[in-house]
């Protein structure tokens, strides 16, 4: 079973030369894109041709309008789950990529998995999409999961499939945006699959090439490619770390840049739900902070220093 999405975003690759272009502007590239794409059935292309997949779409529509691309690299396979694709990103080489996309999560939806499990996964798979994606979160974006209930195969139980794509989603937006991460909402174009029978596959589950073509463009409405260089944009620290992780009672930040003077940590439940705010006293580069009140559980931490965003990570409470 798979899945596939629709997408809106806009990301800028900054090159050279700071520019201000509108969103439909001519542009040219001093760089080829390279842009890989993480996920599932949907992204795969199941029971359309090549061409039709819509990262082949997009690169093809960028070409179009003069700017140089490498062909796409897909690592996607049908019925795959969030573990499913975490395997198979751990066997990948290229870490340049300057353009990576990550759709996934409605085969764990489909068996049975629960929000919950999927939370850290998901949180877990947009860490490696970054990854390779040369450590820059600027050109990472995820789509969301379409409905599936919008189509002859899923018509029958649509309540309830709505309702469990809604939680889903619900779950990767948070994340997405706690993260800083471009957030592509194409639900609400997958819904039409009933009223359009265009926008579906002949296998009566799956978006059609129709339907790909809609997601690239919305995603070419408000994406914008400058000049792309490496090495330009700023990365998160690397100097940052935790522990102990499990822990009981409290966690300690270490190595602090010396360089910031206010540091404000949040930390989010597994939901992307925000549990703790607090400004953080720092001495000799080091933090205490106590999460005696928080529930057992994982959690997400994001540490920002004079209002830009440092590094994030996760933890465990006992």
């Known amino acids: 079973m798979t899945f596939m999405k629709p997408a809106s975003l806009k990301i800028a690759f900054i090159g050279i030369f700071a520019l201000s272009i509108a969103a439909h502007a001519q542009v040219r590239t001093m760089e080829k894109v390279r842009f890989l794409?993480?996920?599932d059935s949907y992204t795969i292309g199941q029971s359309?041709?090549?061409s039709e997949r819509w990262p082949v779409q997009l690169i093809d529509s960028l070409r179009a309008k003069g700017i140089a691309c490498y062909d796409p690299v897909i690592v996607a396979t049908t019925g795959w789950r969030t573990d499913n694709l975490s395997n198979a990103i751990q066997n990948s080489g290229r870490t340049d990529y300057n353009?990576?996309?990550l759709l996934i999560g409605v085969n764990n939806q489909y068996q049975g998995k629960t929000p919950e499990s999927y939370a850290p996964e998901f949180y877990s798979l947009l860490d490696e999409a970054i990854r390779l994606a040369d450590g820059n979160?600027?050109?990472?974006?995820?789509?969301?999961?379409?409905?599936y209930g919008y189509t002859p195969f899923g018509k029958g139980n649509q309540p309830s499939i709505t309702a469990g794509i809604n939680a889903f989603n619900s779950v990767n937006k948070s994340i997405t945006e706690a993260?800083?991460?471009?957030?592509?909402?194409?639900?609400?174009?997958?819904?039409?699959?009933?009223?359009k029978p265009e926008l579906v596959a002949s296998d009566g589950l799956h978006p059609s090439g129709k339907m790909y073509t809609e997601w690239v463009k919305l995603i070419l409405d408000n994406l914008i490619v400058e000049k792309?260089?490496?090495g330009t944009e700023p990365k998160p620290s690397p100097a940052l770390t935790l522990f102990p992780n499990p822990t009981h009672s409290s966690i300690t930040l270490?190595?602090?840049p010396r360089t910031t003077t206010h540091y404000q940590l949040t930390l989010r439940d597994t939901t992307g739900k925000s549990v703790l705010q607090k400004t953080l006293t720092v001495t000799d580069g080091r933090a205490v902070v106590d999460i005696q009140t928080l529930a057992a559980g994982a959690y997400f931490y994001e540490?920002?220093?004079?209002?830009?965003r440092l590094t994030t990570g996760n933890f465990v409470k006992r």
């Open 37 to 39: 794409a993480l996920g």
């Open 48 to 50: 359309v041709t090549v």
């Open 99 to 101: 353009l990576v996309s």
């Open 137 to 147: 979160p600027n050109h990472v974006f995820v789509v969301s999961i379409p409905d």
């Open 179 to 195: 993260r800083g991460i471009t957030y592509i909402d194409i639900t609400e174009i997958s819904r039409q699959g009933l009223d």
């Open 228 to 230: 792309m260089i490496t």
């Open 254 to 256: 270490e190595n602090l």
């Open 303 to 308: 540490l920002s220093g004079n209002g830009i």
